[in-house]
């Protein structure tokens, strides 16, 4: 038996009606969440301490003060060139030992926060 055209139409509109109120609701919950994942990056974002400037320091390693889980990252304590003593986060692959010449990096925040990170040793 075959169907006529216009009953084909019907058949087929029926078929997608069908799988787009199956799909709705997924793609509907699909859409929230990403508007949702959307607003809390910006509104995080938005919230972040910026960095103003960054400038690069000469230091000698004075105490290695704490290993991280990984064994390769630690908080060390550095002696910046002809000025006072920081702690400096340091994710090198080996850890810098004391007395060793190291180059930090200084950040200044918006905050007025100023965070060190060792970049290298220096030879």
């Known amino acids: 038996m075959r169907l006529s055209d216009d009953k084909v139409r019907r058949l087929s509109s029926l078929i997608w009606r069908e799988r787009l109120r199956r799909l709705l609701p997924f793609a509907a919950t699909a859409l929230v969440l990403l508007g949702v994942s959307t607003f ?10 910026r960095t103003v400037d960054v400038k690069q320091r000469n230091a000698t390693v004075v105490h290695v ?10 908080i060390i304590t550095v002696h910046l060139d002809g000025d006072r003593d920081v702690d400096a986060f340091s ?3 080996t850890v810098p030992a004391v007395g060793a010449h ?5 950040a200044r925040h918006a905050s007025g926060r100023t965070t060190y990170d ?3 040793i220096d030879e």
Do not use: C, G
């Open 91 to 93: 994710a090198l692959a």
């Open 118 to 120: 060792i970049m290298r």
């Open 40 to 49: 809390l990056f910006i509104n995080q974002a938005r919230r972040a301490d």
């Open 102 to 106: 190291v180059v930090v990096s200084e």
């Open 65 to 74: 003060k704490q290993f991280a889980v990984a064994r390769r990252a630690a």
